[in-house]
Each structure stands twice: as structure tokens, then as C-alpha cells.
């Protein structure tokens, strides 16, 4: 059999379609059309068929499709309850996506829990019990995995593992408390770091970099860091104590195998966990006396949300 | 059948014994010994003899023992790990007990996760499938319970919310880490919080009260706001403020059914209840939109531990 995996953006639909050993045999995207819920089920509709007539099968060999959407998600009603980037509210997705074309099942999952699942199933946590998954991008995602399945609380809100306080009354989030860890362990806090140092700092050689890439970027600080620069070390030093301290309290609370760490600052890789795993000594409870979590880079990339998508029926 | 309760503490050992309607027939308490695991083993099981001859039945009619310890429990091997204030390490308690007294089956728990699976049971979160306690006591305590289960973890060492950085570089914890929930959230960081404003308020009603209690306690504060001091005003609210950081957090993290507040200031009840609800609208994600967690006070109070080691076997 084969498994429809769709990831939902803002920006674009990715649809894949996988096969049993969690393979992408087809893949492809469309723009995600802005401000039209009815538009978005007919482009993922459209993708779906075209995808699987190249593939060579037909929706009899598929067994389901699986949405990972942004938002709030009711996995029972196949329901986004809330999701304002894409304009939907109490929108049945799963319905009208199996009103559109002959699917046996659609299941619905938040994004950030489906990438989860995807690196449990496939990726970096392949086979763990018990796993966390953080996405560093423009903001700070989280997916907790327990016993193998997705955890979504009461209401299928939870894991807003960004918005957990680390700094009280620090620097606003856009949720609306102040010093949540999105706040700094995002690309956008890491952005923000690196403007405050490169105004403190005018001697750095950061600048130069500025100005060539005609903007500031997540890489900035780490990329001059490299080359020695000592403003961007302690923009890096500053980014990394953040982001030891969220992962410190997401260990205390979860104690999980294993630890994924995904997002486009990942990209980072050993720069990230070198300096991390030495921190959770210190920043986990316990930290030398009981069993290590293990901090791993995502694995899945850009697919974790199709593959962690056409996981959600397995 | 029954089934034994045992509440391993620092300073006594309470135990008791349950029936099938989570009722304590009998119960009792003895010092622990001081520096001598060999000695809490066998008072545990004189004191289970004594109470199990007391209730009129033989052991045959006792399902098992259920022991709640303080420190990192190894559920499967029935070993305390750790419990620095016991002196256990590596400790296989099940096993000892069991050599002791005739029983069928010997079960072990963190204490806070024993009381977090009681309160589900038999208490304020009865039925509840996922729900989170906190014990605001001499440290701040945490139990999670996920689908009726205690969730502890890969390494049975999760669960320790009180060891959730809100305030980063903030007041030392005794764990190591600063900042960390428990230095504002507990009796004991509410105590520290008094004692500052005492000195900087010596107009203060409290001093009084301090004067005539002979020290400042978890109590002093609330009672003096409720008789109009401003100066013990500032200090719940502060103390209320920190408390509803952290419970915004859990909630972010797990929107449990019911989060279930114990320990030595849960006395507080309504006190304590009426001004974190409204704060939960923002301090939570979502709030307003999502069904909300309810917050309730520990019903079960000193015989928590007992009743939650009881369940264990359930």
C-alpha cells in the first residue's frame, strides 16, 4: 500500500506519496492560495491526482491521505479548529478533502506534532518510545511523542513547547506573554540578537556580512563566529545558553530518549550540539546520575511534516 | 481485596490500607530511621503487620504493596535510584519488602507521581485521562499522568516541573540551575519573598504576626493581605504572579483535563484559585479559544501518597 502525506503551508501545499518503507516514490508542491479555504482543498485535491497518476498507481493502492496543518487541529472531527495564517476556522478539512477525490481515510494532525511523528517513524528518533521534537525557525514548534503516538492533550492544543516562560517578564512573544522561549531560540530571536550586537558592536565583522547579503539572517552570527569574530561569538554564546535553557526544562519534564532538534537552525548541526550537550549536564535534573536524553538533528528536513503526514493512520 | 499504601517520607513512614471503593480501612505512621535503609524496610513492614492484624484480615486478602519514595524510582527493576534524604542509592526496596512480608507483588513510584496517579483516582482529578499535579511545598513537585498512566519518562526520572527555568540567570535552586520555579513557586521561595518585604516595609502589619508566630511562614502573607496590609499584598501578588507564569506553562505544554494544585499552600484554595483563573486567559495559548484546563485544589491531602501507591497496581 501506499500512504498520501500532505504538509500544509503558508506559503505552499507538499504532498508525497510514500510507500511502506516510508519512502517518497513521488513528491511535488503548489502554492498555497492565500486567503481561500474552498481554493486550498481543490489545489491539494488537484496535486493529489496528479501525483498519484505519475506515481503509476491508483487511490486503490493508497490507503489513506494524512493532512499535517498549521493551527489547532480536532484529530476526532478532522477539524482545524484555528488556524490564522491559512484563514481557517472550524474548517472540515478532512471531509472535504474526501468529498474531492476517492480516499479511504484522511487523518489530521498539527504540523509541528506530525514532523514528530515523522522523525520518530523515520528519522532521527527512529523506533524511540518516548521523543520531543523542537523546529528552531521563525518560531520555536514543538511535538511530544509518548508511546509512539502523537500527545495532544484534552483539547489537541498541546505542545506549545515555544511558549514556555523562561524569562519573566522578557521580551514579548507574539502569543502576547513576555520572555516566552520562542522569544529567543527562533531564527527571529537570533535575528534580533544579532541587530542588538551589531548596533553595540560597530566594529564587527559582521557588518560585512550585512552588507553583502543585504540583510540579516540566522546564519550571520554563527557564520562570523566561525571566522573568529567576537561579536558573533557572543551573539552564538548568548543564542546557545537560550536554547540550552528551554531544552534543560523540556529534559526535566520529559526525560525522552531522545531529543530532536529540526528547524532551519538546525542547518547548524554539531555548531548546536557541541556546545549543548556539556550544558545538559548542568541544565537537566539529575544530569550525570540518570540516563542521558539524546540531542539529535532532525533528519527528515523539509519532509518530516509529508512523512510524519502520511504516518498519522500507521 | 486491599491494598497496602506506603508513603516513604523523610521524617515518617505512612501507610495505609485501601479498599476496592479507594477507602482507608486502617492507617498509621512510624519515624523513618535516620541514615539506615535496612532499618525503613523493616519498620515499613512492622508497621504493615501491625496495621494489616489492626484491619481484622490476612495477607491473602492484600492484592499487593504499593511504596511512594521520594527521589528516581526504577519502576521495573523496583529500586529507588537515588533519594539523597533517605540515603538510597541503587536501593532495591521492592525486593526487600517483599523478603519481610508475605505479599504477592511489591510496587514502586516516585512519591509526587504516586500522589499526582491518587488524585486521579480517588480525588480532584478523578477520571481525568491526562491531568498534571504540582505540590507546593518545601520544593515544588510534579506528577503527570497521561492516558489514567504515571508518565515517567525513559529513564523513570520525568515529571520534575519544578525544575523549569522561568526566570533565567534568576534565584538559585537548589538543584543547580537559576531561575528555576520551584525558588519562587514553593513555601520556601514565598517565605524568602515575605522576608524581603518585611525589610524593606518595617510599617508592615506582618511584623506582628511574625513577632507573636515567632518566624515567617508560607502563611504569613496570605493572612496579612486578607487583613488589608499592602505590603502582604504586593508579596501574594507577586507570589500568584510566578505561580501562574509556571502553571501557563504546563498548560502550553500539556492542556491537561485538570491541573490539581496540592502541597502545604493548596490550603489557600479559593485564595489561590480566584486570582490564577483569569490569568490563565493569558498566560495560556489559545486561552479563550481552546477548552481551557481546569485548575482544582488536591483533595486527598497527607493520604495522597498512600492512596496513589494503593493504585499502583490498578
Same mark, same amino acid.
Given at each position: 500500500? #501506499? ?9 505552499? @501545499? ?30 491539494? *485535491?488537484?496535486?493529489? $491526482? /496528479? ?54 481515510? @484522511? ?7 506530525? =514532523? ?12 524511540? /518510545? ?14 511530544? !511523542? ?30 502576547? $506573554? ?5 522569544? #529567543? ?11 542588538? /550586537? ?9 557588518? *560585512?556580512? @550585512? ?19 567576537? *561579536?558573533? /561569538? ?16 523540556? !529534559? ?7 531529543? @530532536? ?12 550540539? =557541541? ?40
Amino acid at each position: 500500500m #501506499y500512504y498520501i502525506g500532505v504538509d500544509l503551508g503558508g506559503t505552499n @501545499v507538499a504532498i508525497g506519496i510514500m510507500d511502506e518503507s516510508y519512502q517518497l516514490v513521488r513528491k511535488g508542491s503548489t502554492p498555497t492560495p492565500a486567503n481561500d479555504p474552498e481554493g486550498i482543498v481543490k489545489a491539494m *485535491a488537484d496535486l493529489c $491526482r /496528479k501525483l498519484v497518476e505519475e506515481a503509476g498507481i491508483s487511490f486503490d493502492e493508497i490507503a489513506y491521505a494524512g493532512i499535517a496543518s498549521p493551527g489547532i487541529v480536532d484529530r476526532e472531527a478532522g477539524e482545524v479548529v484555528y488556524a490564522n495564517n491559512i484563514n481557517f476556522k472550524h474548517f472540515p478539512l478532512a471531509k472535504l478533502l474526501m468529498a474531492e477525490i476517492p480516499l479511504k481515510a @484522511v487523518y489530521l494532525e498539527n504540523d509541528a506534532n506530525a =514532523a514528530a511523528l515523522g522523525e520518530v517513524k523515520a528519522g532521527a528518533a527512529r523506533g524511540a /518510545k518516548n521523543s520531543v521534537m523542537i523546529t528552531l525557525g521563525t518560531g520555536v514548534g514543538g511535538g511530544i !511523542i509518548i508511546d509512539g503516538k502523537v500527545y495532544m492533550g484534552s483539547n489537541c492544543a498541546a505542545g506549545e513547547l515555544g511558549h514556555i516562560v523562561i524569562e519573566k517578564n522578557g521580551y514579548p512573544c507574539t502569543c502576547g $506573554r513576555k520572555g516566552c522561549w520562542e522569544a #529567543y531560540s527562533s531564527a527571529t530571536g537570533l535575528i534580533r540578537m544579532t541587530k542588538e /550586537k551589531l548596533a553595540a558592536c560597530p566594529d564587527s565583522k559582521m557588518h *560585512a556580512r @550585512v552588507a553583502k547579503d543585504g540583510k540579516v539572517s540566522g546564519r550571520t552570527a554563527f557564520d562570523l563566529s566561525r571566522e573568529g569574530d567576537a *561579536a558573533a /561569538k557572543e551573539v552564538v554564546d548568548t543564542y546557545i545558553s537560550y536554547l540550552a535553557c528551554g531544552i534543560g526544562n523540556l !529534559i526535566n519534564i520529559f526525560q525522552p530518549e531522545i531529543l @530532536v532538534i529540526g528547524g532551519g537552525i538546525s542547518g547548524e548541526k554539531e555548531n548546536l550540539l =557541541a556546545p549543548l550537550r556539556p550544558l545538559m549536564l548542568t541544565e537537566s535534573y539529575g544530569g550525570g546520575v540518570v540516563k542521558a536524553t539524546e540531542l539529535k538533528i532532525a533528519e527528515l528536513g523539509n519532509d518530516a511534516g509529508i512523512i510524519g503526514a502520511a504516518c498519522l493512520g500507521l
